[in-house]
């Protein structure tokens, strides 16, 4: 079974700028997540789908981050404008049904904002 | 709000002795708890598990111990090996684990040899 996929691997930008990730979930989770961990805290999470629709999006500022999941398969996160507090590294997890159950996390994307 | 708490940032154990990790909580509906590793460069990898019903749960040389009054859950890993060196999250959900998990803040655990 392939895992969770994530891209970049890593990315550096200016503050103001912005920039998008990509997560493509292990086929046939229906649930997906996106967590942003800062270094020296533990994961937090952003966004949570189900199928195509968001669950939980309540710790998500929306003033600059947007996230769809298109087709209920892939997803893209997109910050616009970054700002230096957003580096951190940003995970994405899939698991077949909403919970603790079945979590499994992509590598992340690590962002440096400067 | 902090509802999962790990106190200790850094642990440093002996090769070959007992590794235990703390967590604690504080939302009483948290019924699910859950223990990942993360090595560099990786994402967090489940580890171990333990439902609310229950108060200890064992696999391997992994034990994790919950104890419910106290709001309180440990990670037993023995005999410490040095692939252990990792940084290990407590997690937490509710409603019989249908909810998103929430994470604490880490404990990097370092196995000398």
């Known amino acids: 079974e392939a895992g969770v996929a994530q891209s970049p691997r890593y990315k550096i930008i200016e503050k103001r700028q912005s920039v998008a990730f990509w997560c493509n979930p292990i086929?046939?989770?229906?649930?997906l997540y996106w967590y942003q961990q800062i270094l020296g805290q533990g994961p937090k999470l952003l966004i949570q789908?189900?199928?195509?629709?968001?669950?939980?999006d309540s710790q998500l500022p929306k003033d600059r981050f947007s996230a769809e999941r298109l087709k209920g398969v892939d997803s893209t996160l997109k910050i616009q404008p970054a700002k230096l507090e957003d580096s951190a590294v940003y995970l994405c997890a899939s698991s077949p049904v909403p919970g603790g159950f079945g979590y499994t996390f992509g590598s992340g994307t690590r962002l440096t904002v400067v | 709000d902090q509802q999962v708490k790990q106190n200790s940032p850094s642990l440093s154990v002996q090769e070959g002795r007992i590794s235990i990790l703390n967590c604690d909580y504080t939302?009483?509906?948290?019924?699910?708890f859950l223990w990942y590793k993360k090595y560099p460069a990786e994402g967090p990898t489940f580890l171990i598990s333990i439902s609310s019903i229950k108060d200890k749960n064992e696999d391997g040389r992994f034990t994790v111990f919950l104890n419910k009054s106290a709001k309180h859950l440990s990670l037993h890993i023995v005999p410490s090996q040095p692939g252990d060196s990792a940084v290990y999250f407590c997690?937490?959900?509710?409603?019989?684990?249908?909810?998103?998990?929430?994470f604490g803040q880490g404990t990097r655990l370092t196995i000398n040899p």
């Open positions: 086929s046939g989770h229906a649930t």
């Open positions: 939302n009483s509906m948290f019924d699910y």
């Open positions: 997690a937490a959900s509710s409603i019989q684990g249908a909810q998103k998990l929430v």
């Open positions: 789908f189900q199928n195509n629709g968001v669950v939980d």
